[in-house]
């Protein structure tokens, strides 16, 4: 569930949607913290994002058990797959300190027609989609994409992680 389940897909438009996500995120971080620091994030993003969900399934299910209450779907039993997690990550990571607006669309007819539904400030645009996703595509991972943003904002409020690691990397 940690390594396996960011590489193996639902189908090929999960693929497709995950690398063009990827893609914009990955260029636009790698620029600013050069490509030593972007594959430690990205590892760190990979491992750290999957390991999140695993601990929140874990823990939901626990909670469930001891109240009895099983009317949501803590994930526990089920696999999550996709990059969709680190992209989460990395979408928190390049989105954190941004003042700019971005416009939320909701794609219609399979991506090709969009509309225009809401103005949010862009760094709490991952929210957002987290909350959207969940409404339009009921078998995404909530837990998953949820574990990626906790892991972004583990990296960029963490205990200066990223400073040690970029300092470390400098020496190396």
Not at 14 to 32: D, I, T
Not at 53 to 66: D, R
């Amino acid at each position: 569930r940690v390594l396996v389940s960011s590489v193996v897909h639902a189908d090929d438009w999960h693929l497709y949607y995950n690398m063009v996500s990827y893609c914009v995120k990955g260029v636009a971080l790698e620029f600013a913290y050069g490509p030593e620091l972007y594959i430690i994030l990205l590892s760190y993003a990979i491992v750290g994002s999957h390991l999140i969900a695993v601990l929140l399934a874990k823990t939901m299910n626990e909670v469930a058990i001891s109240t009895n209450n099983y009317s949501f779907d803590s994930g526990y039993d089920s696999c999550a797959v996709g990059f969709s997690a680190v992209i989460f990550c990395l979408k928190y990571v390049v989105n954190f300190g941004d003042a700019s607006i971005t416009r939320m669309q909701l794609p219609i007819f399979g991506g090709f027609h969009r509309i225009p539904l809401i103005n949010v400030p862009t760094k709490y645009a991952c929210w957002i989609e987290l909350v959207i996703i969940s409404l339009i595509t009921p078998n995404a991972s909530f837990v998953g994409h949820l574990a990626g943003i906790l892991a972004g904002m583990l990296w960029v409020h963490g205990i200066d992680a990223h400073d040690r690691l970029s300092r470390l990397v400098k020496r190396l």
